[in-house]
């Protein structure tokens, strides 16, 4: 064994038990000057957020704050864009969100709608999803957004602009504050910067919340998107899709985002994972898939409101 492993340990026969402050991973020891860059950048922009955006951003948030538990007589259903979407009995919940039984959230438009769903809410933060970007499956994206009226976006405060959204022009338009400050603050709440991963999905999920759903229903957010990693001959990352859509947005070339390769990645599929246990182990989200990795959250029982909504020739 190489005596550097040992973090400069005498060799032995024996391997001794290393003390607490030398049990690093050793991604994490190798990548601590990223975190301290990352820190000082965090602080700085919560700091300019404060001086220069917070007024601003209070006033684009006011028509989300008018809209804090106003739903507590209601239940929600989130749907992501993981496997588990395709488990979902697609005409039991157009007739429960026709009924008025149940709001819907989407984050994965464009597979509900070719399911004939149309979301009462969409949340949108990616900024390939923004309607400047005009690459195919976007400006499909968008068609199907401006054909159903019925749907409300829920967007960051920085996409407030009528030219892109007639809502902003009317002075209509539903904005979440998206300044970003994990591990420097705390709480959920969609009004103020954020303290978790910058995921869409969990935005949504802070977004239904602060709405006030009395049950809130989630598919689709499996975190399994790992399952698409392949490590190629000349030792590349790239990530095949692995969503309920292939229609999914990424770049499947990873070696400028995680420079340290699988290691950095698998630390980032458990940075999912944490904040989804930290900020979100709430009684109120039900997970509908019952194989979900997820244990933040508590798992669909038989007697469940929400059981129709999953088909029965699945696992759940």
Not at 276 to 289: A, G, I, M, W
Not at 294 to 306: E, R
């Amino acid at each position: 064994m190489d005596g550097s492993l040992l973090c400069g340990f005498k060799r032995s026969t024996q391997l001794r038990r290393l003390p607490r402050s030398k049990q690093i991973i050793f991604f994490q020891e190798n990548s601590i000057w990223n975190v301290v860059i990352q820190r000082i950048y965090l602080v700085f922009n919560l700091t300019w957020y404060y001086i220069a955006e917070s007024q601003k951003t209070s006033k684009r948030t006011k028509n989300l704050r008018e809209l804090k538990d106003n739903f507590s007589s209601m239940n929600a259903l989130m749907t992501a864009n993981g496997p588990s979407f395709l488990k979902l009995n697609f005409q039991s919940l157009m007739e429960s969100q026709n009924s008025g039984e149940i709001k819907v959230f989407g984050i994965n438009y464009s597979p509900l709608f070719d399911h004939g769903i149309r979301p009462d809410y969409v949340v949108l933060s990616d900024h390939y999803m923004h309607p400047r970007n005009y690459v195919e499956t976007n400006i499909r994206f968008w068609k199907q957004i401006n054909s159903c009226p019925e749907t409300i976006l829920i967007t960051p405060t920085n996409w407030c602009n009528g030219k892109y959204f007639s809502q902003c022009s009317t002075g209509k338009c539903l904005h979440f504050n998206d300044i970003g400050a994990e591990g420097l603050v705390r709480g959920i709440n969609p009004l103020r910067p954020r303290g978790y991963l910058s995921v869409t999905a969990l935005k949504a999920l802070a977004i239904s919340d602060f709405m006030g759903f009395k049950e809130i229903g989630v598919i689709g957010l499996d975190n399994t998107f790992y399952k698409g990693l392949k490590v190629t001959q000349d030792l590349e990352m790239v990530e095949n899709a692995y969503h309920a859509s292939n229609g999914q947005h990424f770049n499947s070339q990873l070696g400028d985002f995680w420079k340290l390769g699988v290691s950095d990645y698998f630390f980032f599929v458990s940075l999912n994972f944490y904040f989804l246990k930290k900020y979100f182990s709430k009684k109120r989200y039900v997970n509908l898939d019952r194989s979900s990795l997820v244990d933040a959250f508590t798992k669909i029982k038989i007697d469940s409101h929400f059981a129709k909504l999953v088909r029965n020739d699945t696992d759940a």
